[in-house]
Structures are given as C-alpha cells and as structure tokens.
C-alpha cells in the first residue's frame, strides 16, 4: 500500500475524514423457484472519502451483489429487502429513479470484471468516454475529449492521442480495462466500484491496470469499493478489507493487520489456498508422446500469429502453456484441435499426422483430443439441461442411448463429485460457477478423450473453487491416464498441476523444460518477468516492485 493510502487509512481512522457512503443492516433477496431467498444478511458497511474498501470471499459470498448495492441498484431477479443506504447524506433506497440516474456515472461509477462486454463495439473508445460527462453536463465534448487524453496518459495507455479513435476490438484486454477505469472517471466520481476488474488478465498486464487504478483513484482522492476472490490483489488497493461469505461478514480490518494475524479460519483459509501443489510425474524417455506441435506456423489472414512453435505432450502428464495475452496460447489450442490450419507444421497424435483441418478428421481422431473453456456461463447451452449438455458427446462419439446413455451421463456426475439425481435436469442457470465447471469437464470427459486442453479453466473462479478444480482434474488424470495441455497465465496454478512448462511469447516457444527446473534461475528475461509479476500477500510488493522496475 502506497504512503497515500495509509494516510487516508489514518485519517479515517482517525474520524478527520468525513463518511461517505454507510449501509447498515443491509438485505438483499433473490428470486427462487419457491420465492424470495436472503443472500444478504444484515451486512454494515462504512466507507469515508478517499478511502479503499476491498470485499473478498468466494463465489456467493455477496460480494458484488453489495457493490452494486451502494448504487442502490439490484441485479435483475435480485431485490434490496432492508437496511439502509446513504451516499453523502443522500437515501438511496428512497431516492427516485431519476435521482439515482443522475447520481450513476456522475457521483458513483462502475468498473465491470469483463471490459470487453462492458463496451459497445460499434462505437469509438473516445466516443464512449465523453457520453457520460456529456450527458450529466460536466463538460462540453471538447474538453472531455482532452481530458480522456490526459487520463488515458495517467493510466499509461500507449498513445494517448490515437488510442481513443479506436474500437474496442483493436486494442488489448489490459488496455480496454484501463479505458473503462478512465470511463469511470471521466465525471471526477467520488465513488468508483471496482468489481474483479483483473481477474481475467495476465499477470503481466494485470500489474499494469493495478497500479494504473491505484494511480488514478490516489490522485483524484476517489473513495473505492474494490471486489474481488484475490486477498493477495486486495492487498495491493485496499486501505481496509471485509471477508464475506453466503451473504454474511466474517471479518474486518485493516488491511495490514489482517494479513498479519486473521482472528477467523475462513479467513486464514483464503490466506494459504495456493498451497496445493502436485508431484511432477517422471519424464518418459521412450514413450511415444500422445501428441506433438511439431514446428507449427499460423496466421490469422495477413497476420502471423504463431512462429515455428514445437513441443510434445505424453502420457498422463500436464504440460502448461503459459504467456501474456496475445503470446499465441489459444491460437495453438486451435491448430492442435484443426479449428486453424497451420501454414507450416503439423500436429501428431501417437506419433501419425492429424489432417490440418477439424472438417478432414475422423470422429476417432475428434474424440481423443477435448476441450474445457475459460467461461463456463457462455461455454454451456442455457436451455439445456445438464443430461443433455453432457449426454450429447456420449451419444455422438460413443453410440450410447437410452438407458446406456442415462447412466452414463450419472456414472460421469459421479466422477465429477455431484449427485446425479440432485443435478441431472437441472439447468446451467441453476448452478453455481464451480458446478458449472465441473459440468464442462463431464462433458468433455463423455468423449473418453486421450487429452484435454484446458483453456483458462480456474481464472474466473474464486480461489478455494480453483482448487477444488484442480484437485479433480488431478485425480481424473491419475484415474484414466489423461494427459493435459494447461493453457494459464495464472503462475499459481503453473506450480500446482504442471509436470512441463512452455513459456510462449509473441507466437513463439522462448522457453520449455521440467516444472521444477523452469522455476529454478537463471531464467529467460521473459520468464523472469512472469514470475515476478504474481501478487504476494504483502501490501508493500506492488509499490516495491514497480520501484525496483523504475516505474513507481
């Protein structure tokens, strides 16, 4: 934490900084088949100018369902069912719409986890930043269009004269974050919600948007509500923290103070989740390897993408594909899958060619090779339910039906940990984002597949559910000899399941061995980079390191 930070903790503790936002008492419900059920119970919150509140727990704790709650907003099937809200002496709850509307984007900004879903796509970045102080009457379009200008330079966008006359699908996610934060702060807020806006990013980019935030929030003296499932990330913004699970608070406290002696053990769980960590399985020597990229080059049209990429995957061993957004990851995952034809190369599997191309293969050759995505909400049919989102690879890939076919899909809910009969004819809707999941590595496990690529599979869920997610994709693996190829920019989870590391950047391999020798110096500059890029639990590492890189 930042000199500035400490002293806005300081002063508020000290009573010198007036309050302005107080939640007490405060319920929200949400819609169930049976009715309406609490998930909020009865939580306080207290919040004084300048100052950063982190709110951490895992999934369904509340969390973003009380950031969005200082807003005096609910979310769609959601209500706010008691207790009370001030915001600068204003009654949120007794507000009228219109007030509130004049209030959002002006006075309360919100900061989204997904920037690219938070973005029109068919308009302009400069465009989008100027609507909001346009509209609430701030400023005139000429001098918003300076002052993005100026913004995006604080946030430390590369060319802050032109990034703006771009679309958002030209620039990167880490840099379509910082243009939201510079969104949020067009209208000089004096409240901004951050909800899990790093959670989807490398770690080299993600450092990049923290101190681009911290920057910007310290500067203009911004109150924040930051949200996140990361205790080492809030450590970084966060003046004081509140650890909330199933809608109740667990604890509160400064942020040093709670890192240095947590009085809950839930708490004391969030501090050590990244402890699981696997032994690495022997390396074959005479193995044929279940698959090989063998001197793979890719472009999207014009675009090369992927530059003589080589590397083999054998037998009931995890190989991790690590690198920054943009350093070719997924793309390999497509060529390896036949979703995109290399230019040169090809892929082997035991040892025989793979056609380039998905539409020439057999459904043999289809089946042996899975995959599991980032996003289980979009990844999942909605209208399906969960016998048919697993049952159909069973059926297209193995023949079953009837009643091979439904005892399959309990057989499959079985391995995955779920109860078939609680579970079976439920929809995605209906579960929560580690079921959902779990769902996708049944389905992915139907086809009876030799290896399954992982793609980001733990990043959008919260710490103690990764693990979870980890611990079963292990025990999978030692189950039915699978191999995985681990796509990841999280080097947390790198250390937890990998047996092999490949550091891929800018479309090309610059680094691959062992995992306990990659993790062992000298490494490549740009390994070396990655590494010192994860978080700690330690509220000095952010400003440390960016000191120590010459940037602070």
Sequence with gaps: MSDTSTANATAGNGGERPVLLQMTGLRIEGRTEQGWSEIVHGVDVTLRR??????????????????????????????ISGGAITFDGIDMREASDARKRALRGSRIAYVAQSAAAGFNPAHKLIDQYCEAPVQHGVRQRREAEGEAIDLFRRLRLPDPEGIGFRYPHQVSGGQLQRAMTAMAMACRPDLIIFDEPTTALDVTTQIEVLAAIRDVVEQFDTAAIYVTHDLAVVAQMADRIMVLRHGDLVEENETRAMLAG????????????????????????HDVPILTVDNVTAAYGPVPVLRNVSFAIHRKRTVAVVGESGSGK????????GLLPPRKGRVLFE????????RQRSRDQLRHAQM???MPDTALNPRQRIRDVIGRPAHFYLGLSGKALDERVRDLL???????????????TELSGGQKQRICIARALAAEPALIICD????????LVAEEILKLLQKLQDDFDLSYMFITHDIGTVRAISDEVVVMLQGEVVEHGPRDEMFRPPHHEYTELLLSSVPEMDPDWLTNLLRERGEE
């Design 50 to 79: 300048g100052e950063v509140l982190g709110l951490i727990g895992e999934s369904g704790a509340g969390k973003s369902t009380i950031g969005l709650a200082a807003m005096g907003y609910a979310r769609d099937g959601c209500r």
């Design 262 to 285: 947590p009085d809950e053990d839930y708490t004391r769980a969030l501090l050590s989740v990244r402890s699981y960590r696997k032994d690495a399985a022997e390396i074959p020597v």
């Design 330 to 337: 997924s793309t390999t995952a497509r060529v390896i899958t």
């Design 351 to 358: 040892g025989e060619p793979l056609p380039a191309d998905f």
């Design 372 to 374: 599991i995505y980032q």
């Design 414 to 428: 079985r391995l995955i940990e779920l109860e078939p009969d609680d579970y079976i004819d439920r929809l995605p």
């Design 456 to 463: 980001e599979v733990t990043s959008a869920l919260d710490q």
